[in-house]
């Protein structure tokens, strides 16, 4: 079980971050990622952490705006937002893979095998 918060309003330009806390160690699982839905919208990855080596993965729309990380200790993982866009409103999700990794599949939601539930997050003016 995900416990993804966070989550809140927030004017455009404006920062927010996300928190993921598995109920276990970070450590695991082989990657924790963050997905978003939009209303009327599919669901699309954000960004993934691999717990087994030092990379991080970003969906092209928040590149340069979002940064993933982890802290081991707390076993928590966070999703830093800035520059926030209208167009990123959604209720952002957090999700857990147990299966090998493979970089191709870090963005298909088929690849993790725990999610939590969602965090709302609203940009606007």
Known sequence: QLQASGGGWVQPGGSLRLTCAPSGPTSDYNSIGWFRQAPGKEREAVACIRTDYPRTYYAGSVKGRFTISRDNAKNTV???????????????????????FITSTWSNSDYYTQWGLGTQVTVSS
């Open 78 to 100: 966070y999703l830093q937002m800035s520059t926030l866009k209208p167009e990123d409103t959604a209720i952002y999700y957090c999700a857990a893979s147990e299966v090998r």
